[in-house]
């Protein structure tokens, strides 16, 4: 059996990209930093978001119903780093950026990479986490244009077209 150490340690080598994941309804708003999303079929259009279950964000995600997957520009690390500050209150994190709406009522972030708008479908319990089937109701995406943020080894990193010249400009 893989222990949990080794687990973690595996996990750090694979990259992913950062998102801010956002509700809003009965149960308030809400809002958390997470990498752990992704894409099970386009049709139809769902997502898979897994929160830890000790987040005070899951219960506000199954009680509301629905959420919004944000995903992060490089530009957009410090609004990463501010929503995965638990001890910061939800007023101050949502503070720090603009939001708007689209289908189903919860922040979209204006300027994200891309916004996918969604209805929790289902949940399902595995371990420490909430794995949650989210139907995608409204998507929007930007022009391409800049560059992504992903997590790796433990950090975050800038990926993309602007990384590549730049890495190419430095040999």
């Known amino acids: 059996m893989v222990d949990k150490s080794m687990f973690r340690d595996a996990m750090a080598?694979?990259?992913?990209?950062?998102?801010?994941?956002?509700?809003?309804?009965?149960?308030?708003?809400?809002?958390?930093?997470a990498s752990?999303?992704?894409?099970?079929?386009?049709?139809?259009?769902?997502?898979?978001?897994?929160?830890?279950?000790?987040?005070?964000?899951?219960?506000?995600f199954r009680a509301n119903g629905k959420l919004c997957v944000n995903v992060l520009s490089a530009e957009q690390q410090s609004l990463a780093a501010h929503f995965a500050t638990s001890a910061l209150p939800i007023d101050e994190r949502f503070a720090a950026a603009q939001w708007e709406r689209l289908?189903?009522?919860?922040?979209?972030?204006?300027?994200?990479?891309?916004?996918?708008?969604?209805?929790?479908?289902?949940?399902?319990?595995?371990?420490?986490?909430?794995?949650?089937?989210?139907?995608?109701?409204?998507?929007?995406?930007?022009?391409?244009?800049?560059?992504?943020?992903?997590?790796?080894?433990r950090r975050y990193h800038r990926v993309g077209e602007r990384s590549v010249h730049a890495a190419h400009a430095a040999v």
Do not use: M, W
């Open 13 to 33: 080598g694979l990259g992913a990209a950062v998102n801010i994941i956002t509700s809003d309804g009965d149960a308030g708003l809400a809002g958390c930093t």
């Open 36 to 60: 752990a999303v992704c894409g099970v079929t386009d049709e139809p259009p769902t997502l898979l978001v897994c929160i830890n279950r000790g987040s005070r964000n899951n219960a506000a």
């Open 103 to 153: 289908a189903t009522g919860a922040p979209v972030l204006q300027h994200a990479l891309a916004s996918l708008d969604c209805e929790i479908e289902s949940v399902t319990e595995v371990g420490t986490h909430t794995v949650f089937f989210c139907a995608v109701k409204a998507a929007r995406t930007l022009d391409g244009t800049r560059d992504a943020l992903i997590y790796y080894g």
